[in-house]
């Protein structure tokens, strides 16, 4: 296990983390676009909490490499999601947001398997 992954990694579950926290905490700049995009409020909870799972697993990834592996794909799909959701509501001055948390996933991804 290399530094680089498990900096990369730390990252991405802070971020993605911070991301959880943001929707459970009712942040104005994360619920007023999910509002936007169509996003029903009873989903909220769970995409917090699909987030949260996420990073806690790239987390335990550094010790059980297979489940950090399983957060990140899980991870990439939910970010992917959050890429159609944002296409789909033609706001497409947010697709980077999505792409900037799934970024040190991927990257976390990619130092495992090399």
Do not use: C, N, Q
């Not at 942040?27 to 909490?49: I, K, N």
């Not at 489940?67 to 992917?80: E, H, N, P, R």
Request: without cysteine; hydrophobic residues 60%.
């Amino acid at each position: 296990m290399s530094t680089s992954y498990v900096v990369v990694t730390v990252l991405a579950a802070a971020m993605v983390g911070f991301s959880a926290a943001s929707v459970f905490l009712r942040a104005t700049w994360v619920v007023e676009p999910l509002a936007d995009y169509g996003v029903p409020r009873s989903w909220w909870p769970w995409l917090g909490a699909a987030k949260a799972a996420g990073a806690a697993g790239l987390l335990v990834g550094l010790v059980a490499p297979v489940v950090g592996v399983l957060a990140g794909i899980g991870l990439v799909l939910y970010f992917t999601g959050a890429v159609v959701t944002v296409l789909r509501a033609r706001s497409y001055g947010h697709i980077p947001f999505p792409l900037l948390y799934a970024a040190p996933v991927v990257g976390s991804l990619a130092l495992l398997a090399s």
